[in-house]
């Protein structure tokens, strides 16, 4: 079954430099794969499977191809199988090949090689690569992160089924089910720093530090100010004189703007009847506030409304708010959908989805929650079902009663 998501697509192209100066690097790409007679293949450049840019094809005669090139710097490449030169978008047979100078093999059956996903995990188990030391290196991680996602994906069924039967169940069932899932992602998030740490003197330990920054994370906000700036600060001189470099710290300085311990971006919106909204006529004002993205059409977010105002008739009266903030771009849906759920906090829109609220705030997809400190300061980017009952029981005490 196939889930659909509410998300923003980005383009994150990856190219890496590993020297101050120096001239381009040849590769040489040799293919062997069986089953795979006439087919038709392509080298493309970019991580996002939407937006790749296919650099050079081949046809796959007696069983083998080969692509020939020149690098300025070691490459995320990837290359896709076709069944002919028409190339109308699904997912297709892929292997992601880190690729610096000098030749690589690729064996594989073609009915073994995985298809591509929108989420950069990958099993090189039935795919053979030899050649490169750095794709050693980012197989190690992809591997990894695979891995650990795919428990995290079985922790999130036991936590569905919680928000499935939410009214018969106590809601420290859903704290404790969300714990679980926390260990998982903590995890891995352990494993990944730790990686960086090994790699800092290479193009894989740059990527993954790329990889897991914002909403690209293995979970949002994996780094804390003081890590992203850690992390760059640590790399050798040689990385740091790389445009790869550069383009980290440029995101990391977008990344850091609604990372938790950044003081919140104020915005001016309009309420439903057209008077005007800032943020700042909320938060920073000595309460905790939750700003919560959503959108009319967005049926997880609407999903989350009924408990949203469960929450909110407990918390409220201890001093927690929340502020709505659709991302619709036709008013009248908004309106109708404002009134249909009948939510008693404050609702404010600029009618722009996925505008710049969404870099400054640096996320991809809605439900979005962030929670603002009284002081101003973004104290939480996960403030969703179990989640934030945890986080309101910390703050103000368990106001659920019998239902805890």
């Not at 509410?6 to 590769?27: D, I």
């Amino acid at each position: 079954m196939r889930t659909k998501f509410c998300f923003l697509p980005l383009l994150l192209a990856v190219f890496f430099s590993l020297a101050a100066a120096g001239g381009p690097e040849g590769y040489v790409i040799k293919g062997k794969i069986k089953g795979a007679e006439g087919r038709f293949v392509q080298l493309l450049t970019g991580k996002d499977e939407l937006f790749q840019v296919a650099i050079d094809s081949a046809v796959i005669k007696n069983g083998r191809f080969e692509f020939k090139g020149e690098l300025a710097a070691p490459t995320l490449l990837t290359i896709k199988f076709f069944e002919s030169d028409e190339r109308e978008f699904e997912l297709r047979p892929i292997v992601p090949l880190f690729v610096d100078k000098g030749v690589f093999l690729v064996e594989a059956m073609l009915d073994s090689i995985p298809l591509a996903t929108y989420d950069g995990n990958y099993d090189y188990s039935k795919v053979r690569v030899t050649g490169s030391h750095l794709h050693e290196l980012y197989a190690e991680y992809v591997g990894e992160k695979s891995a650990s996602l795919a428990e995290k994906a079985v922790r999130y069924q036991d936590y569905d089924e919680y928000l499935q039967a939410r009214g018969t169940m106590r809601i420290s069932e859903g704290i404790a089910r969300v714990a679980k899932l926390d260990a998982t992602t903590d995890r891995l998030t352990g494993w990944v720093k730790q990686f960086i740490a090994r790699n800092r003197d290479n193009a894989v330990g740059l990527y993954v530090f790329l990889d897991n920054i914002g909403y690209k994370s293995i979970h949002d906000g994996l780094f804390t100010l003081g890590e992203m700036d850690d992390i760059l600060a640590s790399f050798p001189a040689e990385v740091k004189s790389t445009g790869l470099y550069q383009q980290a710290i440029e995101e990391t300085n977008a990344v850091k703007r609604s990372a938790v311990g950044a003081r919140f971006t104020d915005f001016m919106l309009q309420d439903p009847e057209g008077n005007p909204v800032r943020l700042s006529d909320h938060a920073g004002k000595g309460k905790y506030v939750l700003l919560e993205f959503w959108a009319s059409w967005c049926g997880p977010c609407r999903a989350d409304i009924p408990h949203l105002k469960e929450v909110y008739e407990l918390y409220h009266p201890a001093g927690f708010e929340i502020v709505s903030i659709s991302m619709d771009a036709d008013k009248e849906s908004w309106l109708k959908a404002v009134k249909d759920e009948q939510m008693p906090w404050t609702q404010a829109s600029d009618l722009k989805p996925f505008g710049e609220m969404v870099k400054v705030y640096n996320f991809q997809g809605i439900p979005a929650c962030v929670l603002v400190g009284p002081d101003g300061t973004i104290v939480d980017r996960n403030m969703r079902g179990s989640w934030m009952d945890r986080k309101l029981i910390k703050l103000y005490g368990n106001r659920f009663g019998d239902k805890y």
